[in-house]
């Protein structure tokens, strides 16, 4: 357990320094907007775990701040001037709606917020995907179907509709009379044709 | 590319043997992998880095609680996709990642899964906690992303190892980009990364954040905003064993408070405002043991100032000054908890500074007493030695011993140092430090003790390739070496941002940092195919083609062990097309040039994203006339396509010597095939703007005009040919110039030669042509977008449903500038709706008129924008809706809309291409529109075809990281809430009020391009397909075909089934043949 927290101060070294070069204005006093993200539980679609919230940003107003979620899916901004804000959170997987908050000097403590997407009033700020995103297409299992779909599959079908449904389509004693007339003009049918080459040669 | 612990996380017990056995259904001998607790059967292939499309079927204790085969379709149910490392991220369980690794498509696995690499002790839902799974898999396919995803983090700061009792030994690192990433010291690979923005620590209104992380994962612990109303220098110190109500504590100096912050949660236990005497605090000192901290600092320049306060209560239980006259200069250095050092203000002196039980007492020495020939110029370098310090002085460092009484001694004297190391404690006691040499290409890294300056522990020498610089930091750590002896290892930051570790005078691992911090990228084609064109060293030698074959054999064989297996796979990646170092017909394979902050240029290979040369720019180093060198852009310098083909691409590096527009530019030409600096020059004029001309040489040398800040402006290549090129077109060349500091936009044209006092043929004076100049109190410039020079326009006309030709307004001479009101240039939340205004207008940039302005009312920045073909589509925050907006600008051509003369257009007659001069009062009409759109966007840039015949999308940059490829078509300013039957044939999407976020749309698709920072497009020579780089903190390309891909044929396509085909067609040919032969045969004997 000790060396767990060693590391801790360790990598708070590190995340201090950073903040040296950093000029910051004082004599602001704001307001803190306290919120959670909350992910469903299980997913219905996909094999995962609740996303991993260390992955999860909370963005203020475009990138004016960015916050990180605790073990327990809280967040928190200080120091927030009174106005109307903007919260997004981003999360691989997840698509949700940047939220309206409105800090007001009046009544502080109080939230006002709202989804933009869809003007949900949330009463309590808490914030949930509105839906997953499915990243990839889903490839379509294999069908017979999508073989006739093929261009391959195409031109066997209209091979076949040549050879065995149109002489149906024709009436049988036209083809007769037609055949005839070609018999005496000596039309030359695909064997004649062949032949002829042949002979050519 | 696999950078993430989970690849690594096998290796070790894991140990695939039965390697060939495949097969469906075919569960073979199954291993054991003891460590990490999985049953492997069966075996063999999956490289890291891809996609996977899975069947599960997930079962406890015999009772399937979850299947991806229940559902409609022929397989049954929808596969599960996820990414090879998905797990580190948290979005995928453990033990499925590592199980499907190294399966073969179509083969399948019974993975017994424990808790740990499952659900682990929580349990969820029906599942119980601690619960062992078994999950039958079979493997679907897997996808390669060519260049994919690359992970830097950028130049490293601050170092801390962590090698004690861990299982895995990691160096933590913190970077100028922000990040903070856990390494793994044997390969150097990223285990947690996450990204900390510096300016959520210092924006938050005076506060400083305090965040605790936890290691392995990177999952913040707590957080704890400390507020103050002063800005200060940050401190943090951490006692190591001091507890305040049974909490460990650790004191924090910010915004003139100190503050002490129980570690476990983040809790402020007590605060004390020591800053309202305006005393800069510099250090804080905790003597071990005692009930007192110590707050060090300075008042003014001249007063030495010690707090002490009580730990438990933080009430102030003392406070003692004492002046001294002659001033400070620099910051103190503290040599123990009750010694300081510091320059005196003229920069000749030490003074020794001693606190104790309220006396302060100080001692000065001359430094010219200490050393002889001392002749000015010394500065204290911060090392952490316990009871000496180290002053370096023009071409030496000296160490310093302080004594007990405040009298300096001189310890040690050392030629030269490059870098030195702070203070390593050892586990019996002592201190070491390390120095850091340069030789002639290589370095030599001294471990030296503090107790014996003039003995070294350890001297390794290192060959150093030229191209990664000086050595600007190092950090070391010690091992305990077989013999019980101390053994170093070093971690070393080069100038080129890029991170070594040394270990025994052998470089264990190497990571180019660099290239997290992307200025400028540019693409340049390979060379052509022929025989005996070598580009760098990519040809294998001979020995290693036959180790490559002898690799293979052992595979065929089944011999080979997992080491070889890798390594096969390794060898066919490079030697399939797409690692070419030639061209290729579609145009896919391109070098990629890109210029970082350090000032490197790297050439990464658009195949597999390796770099094919790298190259330092001594330009762009840091020099004694050349203070703060600086790479601004890259430019096409010269691109042989037609003639002098036998002439290598090059590319222009622009830099300047300082921050402000008139410091001296630097320029060098960089040849993209090799990597060789052809030509450069250091300290020219001043460089304001780069103008790339539309005309080139007989070397196909492209013209280029660069503006100084004096106005003139300076023609090049430097040579007679291009200077009479120049002088022919020198009434056309025109340029602008906004200048957003005082509101002006100007257009500017090229006059004569300049008059100075040296002549120079190649610079010309400029004269202003136009102005606009935005009225000051309403306005502010927010954001400029011009069209791409080199993009191609196919179609210049549209030919609506009802039949209507309109004509495109396309110039190159086109600008979309936007203005805010001044009120509202800051955040969102600062202004009312009321108070601000976005007005954006589309100027001719050669006339300065203005073809079009539009206010939109309520509406502020940030604007980001995109100008392509005669549209531009920008981004900005509407507040009144308070949502973010994007619109869309169309420009068309009125003149030539009246002209209808569409039979002549259609017969060829129409003369399009008579010359339109800017000259003419173009008579245009715009359309627009505007949608919500949900994300913030960061950068936006759209996609480029080589004909320009493709639909275009326009690529968004989304505050998630992630990039967006939005259709077109979205934003057509014509779509209706009702389009007509016509309309809805000419491809019209019936209007929404939001634009629609398809998540299969995301070029990234589940990855995230941390810190994104600009997307780079290319065409491809395949008209459908547009190369993407996207850059930040991490690299990503891919291919994107916008119509899908029309002219090539699909990956699944199957040839066997085309060629199954064509039997058949033949087949069926001589049975109608033999059938009608029968036939004939059959009437004629009738």
Same mark, same amino acid.
């Given at each position: 357990?000790?060396?767990?927290?060693?590391?801790?101060?360790?990598?708070? #070294?590190?995340?201090?320094?950073?903040?040296?070069? @950093?000029?910051?204005?004082?004599?602001?006093?704001?307001?803190?907007?306290?919120?959670? %993200?909350?992910?469903?539980?299980?997913?219905?679609?996909?094999?995962?775990?609740?996303?991993?919230?260390?992955?999860?940003? %909370?963005?203020?107003?475009? @990138?004016?701040?960015?916050?990180?979620?605790?073990?327990?899916?809280?967040?928190?901004?200080?120091?927030?001037?009174?106005?109307?804000?903007?919260?997004?959170?981003?999360?691989?997987?997840?698509?949700?709606?940047?939220?309206?908050?409105? %800090?007001?000097?009046?009544?502080?403590?109080?939230?006002?917020?709202?989804?933009?997407?869809?003007?949900?009033?949330?009463?309590?700020?808490?914030?949930?995907?509105?839906?997953?995103?499915?990243?990839?297409?889903?490839?379509?299992?294999?069908?017979?179907?999508?073989?006739?779909?093929?261009?391959?599959?195409?031109?066997?079908?209209?091979?076949? #509709?040549?050879?065995?449904?149109?002489?149906?389509?024709?009436?049988?004693?036209?083809?007769?009379?037609?055949?005839?007339?070609?018999?005496?003009?000596?039309?030359?049918?695909?064997?004649?044709?062949?032949?002829?080459?042949?002979?050519?040669? | 590319?696999?950078?993430?612990?989970?690849?690594?996380?096998?290796?070790?017990?894991?140990?695939?043997?039965?390697?060939?056995?495949?097969?469906?259904?075919?569960?073979?001998?199954?291993?054991?992998?003891?460590?990490?607790?999985?049953?492997?059967?069966?075996?063999?292939?999956?490289? =890291?880095?891809?996609?996977?499309?899975?069947?599960?079927?997930?079962? /406890?204790?015999?009772?399937?609680?979850?299947? $991806?085969?229940?559902?409609?379709?022929?397989?049954?149910?929808?596969?599960?996709?996820?990414?090879?490392?998905?797990?580190?991220?948290?979005?995928?369980?453990?033990?499925?990642?590592?199980?499907?690794?190294?399966?073969?498509?179509?083969?399948?696995?019974?993975?017994?899964?424990?808790?740990?690499?499952?659900?682990?002790?929580?349990?969820?839902?029906?599942?119980?906690?601690?619960?062992?799974?078994?999950?039958?898999?079979?493997?679907?396919?897997?996808?390669?992303?060519?260049?994919?995803?690359?992970?830097?983090?950028?130049?490293?700061?601050?170092?801390?190892?962590?090698?004690?009792?861990?299982?895995?030994?990691?160096?933590?690192?913190?970077?100028?980009?922000?990040?903070?990433?856990?390494?793994?010291?044997?390969?150097?690979?990223?285990?947690?990364?996450?990204?900390?923005?510096?300016?959520?620590?210092?924006?938050?209104?005076?506060?400083?954040?305090?965040?605790? /992380?936890?290691?392995?994962?990177?999952?913040?612990?707590?957080?704890?905003?400390?507020?103050?109303?002063?800005?200060?220098?940050?401190?943090?110190?951490?006692?190591?064993?001091?507890?305040?109500?049974?909490?460990?504590?650790?004191?924090?100096?910010?915004?003139?408070?100190?503050?002490?912050?129980?570690?476990?949660?983040?809790?402020?236990?007590?605060?004390?405002?020591?800053?309202?005497?305006?005393?800069?605090?510099?250090?804080?000192?905790?003597?071990?043991?005692?009930?007192?901290?110590?707050?060090?600092?300075?008042?003014?320049?001249?007063?030495?100032d010690v707090y002490q306060l009580d730990v438990k209560s933080g009430e102030l239980l003392r406070h003692y000054n004492m002046l001294f006259?002659?001033?400070?200069?620099?910051?103190?250095?503290?040599?123990?908890?009750?010694?300081?050092?510091?320059?005196?203000?003229?920069?000749? *002196?030490?003074?020794?500074?001693?606190?104790?039980?309220?006396?302060?007492?100080?001692?000065?020495?001359?430094?010219?007493?200490?050393?002889?020939?001392?002749?000015?110029?010394?500065?204290?370098?911060?090392?952490?030695?316990?009871?000496?310090?180290?002053?370096?002085?023009?071409?030496?460092?000296?160490?310093?011993?302080?004594?007990?009484?405040?009298?300096?001694?001189?310890?040690?004297?050392?030629?030269?140092?490059?870098?030195?190391?702070?203070?390593?404690?050892?586990?019996?006691?002592?201190?070491?430090?390390?120095?850091?040499?340069?030789?002639?290409?290589?370095?030599?890294?001294?471990?030296?003790?503090?107790?014996?300056?003039?003995?070294?522990?350890?001297?390794?020498?290192?060959?150093?390739?030229? &191209?990664?610089g000086l050595v600007h930091k190092v950090f070391i750590n010690s091992y305990v070496r077989t013999d019980r002896s101390n053994g170093f290892?070093?971690?070393?930051?080069?100038?080129?941002?890029?991170?070594?570790?040394?270990?025994?005078?052998?470089?264990?691992?190497?990571?180019?940092?660099?290239?997290?911090?992307?200025?400028?990228?540019?693409?340049?084609?390979?060379?052509?195919?022929?025989?005996?064109?070598?580009?760098?060293?990519?040809?294998?030698?001979?020995?290693?083609?036959?180790?490559?074959?002898?690799?293979?054999?052992?595979?065929?064989?089944?011999?080979?062990?997992?080491?070889?297996?890798?390594?096969?796979?390794?060898?066919?990646? &490079?030697?399939?097309?797409?690692?070419?170092?030639?061209?290729?017909?579609?145009?896919?394979?391109?070098?990629?040039?890109?210029?970082?902050?350090?000032?490197?240029?790297?050439?990464?290979?658009?195949?597999?994203?390796?770099?094919?040369?790298?190259?330092?720019?001594?330009?762009?180093?840091?020099?004694?006339?050349?203070?703060?060198?600086?790479?601004?852009?890259?430019?096409?310098?010269?691109?042989?396509?037609?003639?002098?083909?036998?002439?290598?691409?090059?590319?222009?590096?622009?830099?300047?010597?300082?921050?402000?527009?008139?410091?001296?530019?630097?320029?060098?030409?960089?040849?993209?095939?090799?990597?060789?600096?052809?030509?450069?020059?250091?300290?020219?004029?001043?460089?304001?703007?780069?103008?790339?001309?539309?005309?080139?040489?007989?070397?196909?040398?492209?013209?280029?005009?660069?503006?100084?800040?004096?106005?003139?402006?300076?023609?090049?290549?430097?040579?007679?040919?291009?200077?009479?090129?120049?002088?022919?077109?020198?009434?056309?060349?025109? /340029?602008?110039?906004?200048?957003?500091?005082?509101?002006?936009?100007?257009?500017?044209?090229?006059?004569?030669?300049?008059?100075?006092?040296? $002549?120079?043929?190649?610079?010309?004076?400029?004269?202003?042509? /136009?102005?606009?100049?935005?009225?000051?109190?309403?306005?502010?410039?927010?954001?400029?977008?011009?069209?791409?020079?080199?993009?191609?326009?196919?179609?210049?006309?549209?030919?609506?449903?009802?039949?209507?030709?309109?004509?495109?307004?396309?110039?190159?001479?086109?600008?979309?500038?936007?203005?805010?009101?001044?009120?509202?240039?800051?955040?969102?939340?600062?202004?009312?709706?009321?108070?601000?205004?976005?007005?954006?207008?589309?100027?001719?940039?050669?006339?300065?008129?203005?073809?079009?302005?539009?206010?939109?009312?309520?509406? &502020?920045?940030?604007? &980001?924008?995109?100008?392509?073909?005669?549209?531009?589509?920008?981004?900005?925050?509407?507040?009144?809706?308070?949502?973010?907006?994007?619109?869309?600008?169309?420009?068309?051509?009125?003149?030539?809309?009246?002209?209808?003369?569409?039979?002549?257009?259609?017969?060829?007659?129409?003369?399009?291409?008579?010359?339109?001069?800017?000259?003419?009062?173009?008579?245009?009409?715009?359309?627009?529109?505007?949608?919500?759109?949900?994300?913030?966007?960061?950068?936006?840039?759209?996609?480029?075809?080589?004909?320009?015949?493709?639909?275009?999308?326009?690529?968004?940059?989304?505050?998630?990281?992630?990039?967006?490829?939005?259709?077109?078509?979205?934003?057509?300013?014509?779509?209706?809430?009702?389009?007509?039957?016509?309309?809805?044939?000419?491809?019209?999407?019936?209007?929404?009020?939001?634009?629609?976020?398809?998540?299969?749309?995301?070029?990234?698709?589940?990855?995230?391009?941390?810190?994104?920072?600009?997307?780079?497009?290319?065409?491809?020579?395949?008209? =459908?397909?547009?190369?993407?780089?996207?850059?930040?903190?991490?690299?990503?390309?891919?291919?994107?075909?916008?119509?899908?891909?029309?002219?090539?044929?699909?990956?699944?396509?199957?040839?066997?089934?085309?060629?199954?085909?064509?039997?058949?067609?033949? *087949?069926?040919?001589?049975?109608?043949?033999?059938?009608?032969?029968?036939?004939?045969?059959?009437?004629?004997?009738?």
């Amino acid at each position: 357990m000790a060396t767990y927290y060693v590391l801790i101060y360790l990598s708070l #070294i590190l995340l201090l320094l950073p903040s040296a070069l @950093g000029i910051s204005n004082g004599n602001v006093e704001g307001y803190s907007i306290n919120g959670k %993200v909350r992910f469903p539980g299980f997913s219905a679609t996909g094999f995962g775990l609740p996303a991993k919230i260390s992955n999860v940003k %909370v963005i203020l107003n475009g @990138g004016q701040k960015v916050t990180f979620l605790r073990p327990d899916g809280y967040f928190s901004f200080h120091n927030v001037p009174a106005g109307t804000h903007l919260i997004e959170v981003a999360a691989i997987g997840y698509f949700f709606s940047p939220v309206r908050v409105d %800090v007001s000097a009046r009544n502080p403590g109080k939230v006002q917020a709202a989804l933009t997407e869809n003007r949900r009033v949330l009463t309590e700020l808490v914030l949930e995907p509105l839906r997953e995103e499915q990243y990839y297409e889903i490839r379509e299992p294999f069908s017979p179907m999508s073989l006739l779909k093929s261009p391959m599959g195409l031109m066997i079908g209209f091979m076949a #509709i040549v050879m065995f449904l149109m002489p149906k389509l024709v009436d049988a004693e036209e083809l007769k009379r037609a055949q005839e007339e070609m018999g005496n003009q000596g039309v030359p049918s695909i064997a004649n044709f062949l032949a002829g080459a042949q002979r050519t040669n | 590319m696999g950078c993430r612990c989970s690849s690594s996380y096998l290796e070790g017990p894991v140990q695939n043997t039965s390697l060939q056995n495949e097969g469906r259904r075919a569960l073979m001998g199954c291993l054991l992998a003891a460590a990490a607790g999985i049953f492997f059967c069966e075996a063999a292939t999956a490289v =890291s880095t891809s996609r996977r499309a899975v069947h599960y079927v997930a079962k /406890w204790k015999g009772i399937t609680f979850m299947t $991806s085969r229940q559902g409609l379709g022929v397989g049954g149910g929808t596969p599960y996709g996820f990414d090879v490392g998905d797990s580190e991220r948290g979005t995928v369980l453990k033990g499925l990642d590592l199980g499907v690794e190294g399966m073969r498509v179509g083969g399948q696995r019974l993975l017994i899964v424990p808790p740990e690499l499952a659900y682990g002790n929580k349990g969820v839902q029906e599942i119980p906690p601690n619960a062992t799974i078994e999950l039958d898999v079979e493997l679907l396919a897997i996808k390669q992303n060519p260049f994919g995803h690359q992970q830097y983090i950028g130049k490293v700061k601050h170092a801390v190892f962590h090698t004690q009792k861990a299982a895995r030994k990691r160096v933590v690192v913190s970077t100028e980009e922000n990040v903070v990433a856990s390494l793994d010291l044997r390969h150097g690979e990223i285990c947690g990364y996450c990204h900390i923005f510096a300016d959520v620590i210092t924006l938050s209104s005076g506060g400083s954040v305090l965040r605790a /992380w936890n290691l392995p994962d990177g999952q913040m612990v707590w957080e704890s905003t400390l507020l103050g109303s002063k800005a200060s220098k940050p401190l943090l110190l951490i006692p190591t064993n001091l507890k305040v109500n049974r909490d460990n504590v650790l004191f924090v100096y910010g915004n003139g408070f100190i503050h002490a912050v129980a570690t476990i949660d983040g809790e402020v236990i007590w605060k004390k405002e020591l800053a309202s005497e305006g005393v800069d605090v510099q250090q804080l000192i905790y003597p071990d043991g005692s009930d007192t901290l110590y707050a060090v600092g300075l008042l003014g320049l001249s007063q030495f100032d010690v707090y002490q306060l009580d730990v438990k209560s933080g009430e102030l239980l003392r406070h003692y000054n004492m002046l001294f006259p002659a001033g400070f200069s620099g910051d103190l250095s503290f040599v123990s908890d009750d010694t300081a050092v510091a320059m005196d203000s003229t920069g000749t *002196a030490l003074v020794a500074m001693h606190f104790q039980d309220g006396q302060i007492s100080f001692h000065q020495t001359d430094v010219s007493q200490l050393i002889q020939d001392f002749s000015g110029g010394a500065v204290i370098l911060p090392s952490k030695i316990a009871g000496s310090f180290i002053l370096k002085l023009d071409s030496s460092v000296v160490f310093i011993k302080v004594r007990n009484d405040g009298k300096l001694e001189v310890v040690g004297r050392l030629g030269h140092a490059d870098a030195v190391s702070d203070a390593l404690s050892l586990s019996d006691g002592q201190q070491a430090f390390s120095l850091i040499q340069h030789g002639d290409g290589k370095i030599i890294l001294t471990v030296k003790l503090s107790n014996d300056w003039t003995s070294n522990v350890i001297e390794e020498t290192t060959q150093m390739d030229h &191209q990664r610089g000086l050595v600007h930091k190092v950090f070391i750590n010690s091992y305990v070496r077989t013999d019980r002896s101390n053994g170093f290892r070093a971690l070393i930051v080069m100038e080129d941002h890029s991170l070594l570790l040394l270990q025994q005078g052998e470089i264990v691992w190497t990571r180019e940092d660099g290239l997290a911090s992307i200025m400028d990228v540019k693409a340049s084609e390979l060379p052509v195919e022929k025989d005996g064109v070598s580009v760098a060293k990519v040809e294998h030698n001979l020995f290693e083609w036959l180790k490559g074959h002898l690799l293979k054999l052992k595979g065929t064989l089944m011999i080979a062990t997992p080491d070889d297996v890798a390594a096969i796979q390794k060898m066919r990646l &490079q030697s399939s097309e797409k690692s070419k170092m030639t061209r290729d017909r579609n145009g896919f394979r391109k070098l990629l040039i890109v210029l970082t902050r350090a000032g490197k240029l790297f050439a990464l290979h658009t195949g597999d994203g390796r770099i094919v040369w790298s190259l330092l720019l001594n330009t762009l180093r840091k020099s004694e006339t050349c203070e703060n060198p600086r790479g601004i852009s890259l430019h096409q310098w010269q691109d042989p396509h037609h003639h002098a083909l036998d002439e290598n691409p090059s590319v222009l590096v622009v830099g300047r010597c300082g921050h402000t527009s008139d410091s001296a530019g630097v320029l060098s030409i960089v040849d993209t095939y090799t990597g060789e600096e052809r030509n450069h020059m250091g300290s020219v004029h001043s460089i304001a703007h780069i103008i790339p001309l539309p005309f080139s040489d007989s070397m196909e040398q492209r013209l280029h005009l660069l503006v100084d800040a004096n106005g003139h402006a300076h023609l090049y290549p430097r040579s007679a040919e291009a200077l009479g090129i120049f002088q022919r077109e020198l009434g056309n060349i025109y /340029w602008y110039s906004a200048e957003t500091d005082k509101n002006i936009l100007r257009g500017h044209g090229v006059r004569k030669n300049c008059v100075l006092e040296v $002549s120079d043929e190649f610079c010309f004076d400029t004269r202003d042509l /136009w102005s606009i100049v935005f009225p000051s109190e309403s306005e502010k410039i927010a954001a400029t977008a011009t069209r791409s020079l080199n993009e191609v326009v196919h179609t210049q006309a549209k030919v609506t449903a009802d039949q209507e030709v309109m004509y495109k307004f396309i110039s190159k001479n086109l600008l979309f500038l936007a203005t805010v009101a001044p009120k509202a240039v800051g955040p969102i939340g600062s202004v009312t709706p009321d108070e601000s205004s976005l007005v954006v207008y589309v100027i001719d940039t050669v006339t300065g008129r203005i073809l079009h302005r539009m206010t939109h009312h309520g509406s &502020q920045g940030p604007v &980001q924008a995109v100008f392509s073909e005669n549209w531009v589509v920008y981004h900005y925050f509407n507040l009144r809706a308070h949502r973010y907006e994007m619109s869309v600008i169309e420009i068309y051509d009125q003149a030539r809309a009246d002209n209808k003369e569409i039979l002549k257009l259609v017969l060829g007659t129409h003369n399009l291409t008579s010359p339109i001069t800017a000259y003419s009062r173009p008579e245009v009409f715009t359309k627009s529109q505007s949608y919500f759109f949900t994300h913030s966007v960061k950068t936006m840039a759209v996609t480029s075809t080589a004909k320009g015949i493709t639909s275009k999308q326009v690529l968004l940059g989304t505050i998630g990281d992630q990039v967006l490829a939005l259709d077109k078509r979205f934003l057509d300013p014509r779509r209706t809430i009702n389009p007509t039957p016509a309309e809805k044939e000419e491809g019209i999407i019936p209007l929404t009020d939001s634009l629609p976020i398809i998540p299969q749309s995301y070029a990234t698709h589940a990855l995230k391009v941390e810190g994104l920072r600009g997307i780079a497009t290319v065409p491809s020579k395949l008209e =459908s397909t547009t190369l993407v780089f996207a850059y930040g903190v991490d690299l990503f390309f891919t291919h994107l075909a916008p119509s899908r891909t029309y002219d090539s044929l699909t990956e699944d396509f199957s040839y066997a089934l085309l060629l199954l085909t064509i039997v058949a067609l033949v *087949a069926a040919i001589f049975v109608t043949w033999v059938w009608s032969e029968k036939k004939d045969l059959q009437e004629k004997w009738r």
